[in-house]
């Protein structure tokens, strides 16, 4: 480490510039082993056949309304009557709000329609 100078002799000013220098040159060189090993595993997943949304999917072309099947998700048939944010379609796990509920609450709940 011969050719890295003596900070001993440098200001308090001249040291936060080499700190700075350094911590841009930190960041410089993670962003480009992180690009590198980026093209390496894509290049593998390409030599393998796969494509790397075949691997990972592709968070864009999925549809906000739609499953992984590309059925259709469920209208909510229940709405918690302390919090109209929450809400529950019947399917699946019953949610902790709606197992509170008693049965007169849970019928007028029941979403209309």
Do not use: C, H, Y
């Not at 308090?12 to 093209?39: C, G, H, P, Y």
């Not at 909510?76 to 902790?96: A, C, S």
């Amino acid at each position: 480490m011969s050719n890295i100078p003596d900070l001993r002799n440098l200001t308090s000013s001249e040291l936060r510039q080499v700190i700075a220098t350094a911590e841009s040159l930190i960041d410089s060189k993670i962003r480009q082993e992180r690009d590198n090993a980026r093209r390496e595993a894509e290049d593998l997943i390409r030599k393998l056949g796969f494509t790397p949304d075949d691997l990972f999917g592709n968070p864009m072309r999925a549809s906000t309304n739609q499953r992984k099947r590309g059925e259709a998700v469920s209208a909510p048939k229940f709405r918690n009557p302390n919090n109209t944010n929450e809400t529950w379609t019947g399917r699946g796990r019953k949610p902790k709000w709606f197992e509170e509920l008693s049965e007169e609450q849970r019928k007028a709940a029941e979403i209309k329609g």
